[in-house]
Structures are given as structure tokens and as C-alpha cells.
């Protein structure tokens, strides 16, 4: 029973943080067309700064999860099965993951400049940037479900 409700809390901090990994990039977008709107974007800078502050804590409970889930078994293995023994593919999906992070901090360093006054990539560059943790995504999902490796 516990291992489920591990899972469960694991699951739904990585779709909440996963929110925040597409969410932010789109007002990464918003700022870059407000223009000379200084109301707008100051609006929409704190806007980002609340939604990445809340993307981190999300992160780090999903972490905690996931590690329990990774480790549980050391401390109570009748209860926790051993989900990861001998698997590669959770070696390429936590590769996927911090990719995913490393995405999450630079779009966070992005809204930092654009806070301090910094000009940030075109707005069409940044629309496909957006597209890039989806893809990631898509390879977490596959690798959790087919555990191909």
C-alpha cells in the first residue's frame, strides 16, 4: 500500500511540475511580444518568477518520491518491490529527466534576464523551444511504459 501512494504523490508532482516546464517557456513568449508594454511585462515577469519558484518545489517532490520509490525496497522489501534491479532504461529516462532540468533552468535563467531588462530570443524561436520538452516527455513515457532495455 505504501508503494502505491509513493507512486500516486510521484506521479502527480511530475505532472505538476511538468505544467510548469511547458507553461513557462509560453510567457518566456509573452514577454518577448509585450514590447514596450512596461505594465504587461513586469505583470507577466512575476508571473514567471511564481510559476518557476513553484516548478522547483514541485520538482523536488516529485525527486523525493522517485527516490523513496528507487530505494524502498532497501528498507522494506516486502513491501516496496524492486523497481529499477539490472534496468537500463531507468538510466535513459533519468538522462531524459535531467535534460528536462537542465531545459527548466535555462528557460528560468531566460525570465531572469528578461526581469534584469535583457533581451530574450525571438518570440518564434522561443515557440520552438517550447515544442522541445514534449518530445523529451514523450521518451520519460515510453520508457516507463515499454521499459524497452
Excluded at 505538476?16 to 513586469?42: C, H, K, Q, S
Amino acid at each position: 500500500m505504501a508503494y502505491l501512494w509513493t507512486k500516486t504523490f510521484h506521479l502527480l508532482f511530475v505532472m505538476a511540475w511538468m505544467a510548469t516546464v511547458f507553461y513557462l517557456p509560453r510567457i518566456l513568449v509573452n514577454i518577448a511580444e509585450a514590447g514596450d508594454a512596461p505594465a504587461v511585462r513586469d505583470r507577466l515577469v512575476l508571473m514567471g518568477r511564481r510559476l518557476y519558484r513553484f516548478g522547483h518545489m514541485m520538482f523536488g517532490f516529485a525527486v523525493a518520491f522517485g527516490a523513496l520509490l528507487f530505494i524502498g525496497h532497501y528498507f522494506s522489501a516486502d513491501l516496496w518491490p524492486d523497481v529499477v534491479a539490472g534496468r537500463a532504461w531507468m538510466h535513459a529516462k533519468l538522462g531524459l529527466v535531467a535534460l528536462l532540468l537542465i531545459y527548466f533552468i535555462a528557460c528560468g535563467r531566460m525570465l531572469k534576464r528578461a526581469a534584469s531588462g535583457g533581451a530574450l530570443p525571438a518570440s518564434t524561436t522561443l515557440r520552438w523551444l517550447n515544442e522541445l520538452p514534449l518530445l523529451l516527455l514523450v521518451g520519460v513515457i515510453y520508457l516507463v511504459l515499454a521499459k524497452p532495455f
